[in-house]
């Protein structure tokens, strides 16, 4: 009788093993095609009103992509972890999952609820963090970052650039731009800079700090011949960037490209030291340079003039005043925040700048701190920040001790880090965060 319970046992655990490889294969398969889609058709959609209505249609596709993606898999049998999702959870995993519960703590308890579940402006509401974070928690168990995910979201880069490109020297491709307009006449006559398949440029440079990474850190680190073919989306995603002259994102790739070096080349530890301190020195030169020397205007200027002490509000396009502002309002919600996306309804003081062209002062409201970071601190509060950061924290730990052996690490982990430096003065969007949770979460994958 004890040798039948045994054999029945034995029979019952290995159709369950059955079952859970059959639900690993379902998973790994949806994952990959998922995130074929995510890297190709995604950033090259636009809509069909042009600028005018991409941020809704972008919203739309962003809803049918990941919210189908995070519906399909656990629909299809699919499970995050077959024995429990706390126990075999990394730590990374757990911080996410913390960090999506506290946002909706923060958005049950606002004020503003239930306009918080999808938000009040820019579409960054509850169930768009929700969507983030499920699709980090599902691809950091299923999502590979292989050779055909790299030559598909090159092949999108590219045609992203071109249009740009084609955009830059007057043209309107597909007519995003109103009628009998272009890309410079950007503030003049119409309101707001875009460009590309992403819309504001700003939002583009914040794609192209996850671009450029991709790119020249697998030139570095892969061996097949055929990654010289990456040259051409890095070449023409740099001609963009500079082309549209965001600092934030030309900060972010060549600071981050830089502070990459010791950790992506494929060295000896003793000689990863030695380029470290070469770039730190690097760095070093060029804050006492701005120090020194005011070279020219615009960003240079405003730099020297910050390490002098003289700081001016209209600095960084008014980011100084807008920080100010959502700083100061912090403290009356501190621990949970104001509810996600609600920053249109706090009453900040608005900035105002002269635009030359026009000839007139133009009064802009506040919707979002333009540094991601402070925009989770205003909106979800102190504890979702310290959880995002702490997982951010752990997957660049991870990157570097992981880096040397991997590939795929080096890649991601690099990417993660040209989008965190211009996220300090970005705007996170459900038009190019996705790329970033992406990153980190296949970063999550290849780091275990």
């Not at 950033?43 to 209505?53: A, E, N, T, V």
């Not at 656990?74 to 999702?85: E, F, H, K, Q």
């Not at 680190?221 to 040259?231: A, V």
Request: glycine residues 10%; contains cysteine; hydrophobic residues 55%.
């Amino acid at each position: 009788m004890p040798f039948c319970i045994i054999v029945g046992a034995g029979k019952e655990a290995a159709v369950l093993k059955h079952k859970t490889e059959e639900a690993a294969l379902v998973g790994r398969k949806i994952t990959a095609v998922f995130l074929l889609l995510a890297v190709s058709l995604f950033p090259l959609f636009f809509g069909f009103r042009g600028y005018q209505g991409i941020m809704e249609a972008k919203f739309a596709a962003f809803c049918v992509l990941f919210g189908g993606y995070a519906l399909a898999m656990p629909l299809s049998g699919v499970r995050l972890s077959p024995t429990g999702l706390w126990k075999t959870s990394s730590r990374v995993q757990r911080l996410v999952f913390l960090y999506m519960l506290l946002t909706w703590v923060s958005a049950l308890l606002s004020p503003h609820f239930p306009r918080t579940l999808i938000g009040v402006s820019r579409y960054e509401g509850a169930v768009t963090i929700s969507l983030y974070c499920l699709c980090f928690l599902f691809v950091s168990v299923y999502g590979r970052a292989g050779g055909r995910l790299l030559a598909v979201f090159a092949a999108a880069v590219t045609l992203f650039c071109l249009l740009s490109l084609a955009q830059l020297f007057g043209f309107n491709p597909f007519w995003l731009y109103p009628a009998g307009t272009n890309y410079h006449d950007a503030f003049v006559r119409y309101a707001g800079a875009f460009i590309g398949t992403i819309g504001n440029t700003d939002l583009a440079s914040a794609f192209l700090c996850v671009a450029v990474p991709v790119c020249w850190i697998s030139l570095l680190r892969l061996r097949d011949r055929r990654r010289f073919l990456l040259l051409i989306p890095l070449l023409l995603s740099l001609a963009i960037l500079i082309g549209i002259r965001v600092s934030a994102g030309i900060l972010g790739v060549f600071v981050g490209g830089l502070l990459s070096l010791p950790v992506v080349l494929p060295a000896k530890n003793r000689t990863r030291l030695l380029i470290f301190g070469c770039v730190v020195c690097l760095l070093l030169l060029i804050t006492a340079a701005l120090y020194l020397f005011d070279i020219g205007g615009g960003t240079l200027h405003e730099a020297h003039a910050l390490l002098r002490g003289g700081a001016d509000e209209s600095f960084g396009s008014n980011r100084l005043h807008i920080w100010r502002a959502v700083w100061e309002k912090i403290s009356e919600r501190p621990l949970f925040g104001f509810g996600p996306d609600t920053m249109m309804e706090a009453g900040l003081e608005p900035f105002r700048r002269y635009d030359e062209a026009l000839g007139e002062t133009i009064v802009a409201h506040i919707d979002t701190a333009h540094n991601e970071y402070l925009n989770i601190l205003f909106h979800q509060g102190l504890f979702a920040l310290l959880s995002y950061l702490a997982a951010l924290l752990l997957l660049a730990v991870r990157w570097v001790k992981r880096s040397p052996a991997s590939d795929a690490c080096a890649v991601l982990g690099g990417a993660a880090l040209c989008y965190g430096i211009q996220a300090f003065f970005g705007i996170g969007m459900c038009l190019t965060a996705p790329f970033f949770w992406l990153s980190i979460s296949l970063l999550d994958n290849a780091a275990r």
